[in-house]
């Protein structure tokens, strides 16, 4: 049994399309072009992309609670409105 979480399905997803530059200093800057405005830097490649996966993270946390606008990710849609089951369905 597979179990999927769907934040978990669009972190990944989206980090799939981050873009990462090594900058003149040596540092590495990286963003993810979908989500704009998500941006990291790091001193290492590896910093580089855990510091890109937290921003990444807030700012879904913050699109979701300020109800913005969040992009369709590899049919992952963040958006929509939740929908509950009757309690006697559980």
């Known amino acids: 049994?597979?179990?999927?979480?769907?934040?978990?399905?669009?972190?990944?997803?989206?980090?799939?399309?981050?873009?990462?530059?090594?900058?003149?200093?040596?540092?590495?800057?990286?963003?993810?072009?979908p989500c704009k405005g998500v941006v990291a830097?790091?001193?290492?490649?590896?910093?580089?992309?855990?510091e890109l996966r937290s921003t990444l993270e807030d700012w879904i946390l913050v699109g979701l609670k300020l109800k913005h606008p969040l992009p369709v990710i590899a049919g992952i849609d963040l958006n929509k409105e939740p929908s509950y089951e009757p309690v006697g369905a559980m």
């Open 41 to 50: 830097f790091g001193s290492t490649l590896r910093e580089c992309e855990e």
């Open 1 to 33: 049994m597979v179990i999927r979480f769907i934040l978990s399905g669009y972190v990944e997803q989206a980090m799939a399309h981050a873009v990462y530059d090594k900058l003149e200093d040596g540092t590495f800057a990286g963003r993810i072009p």
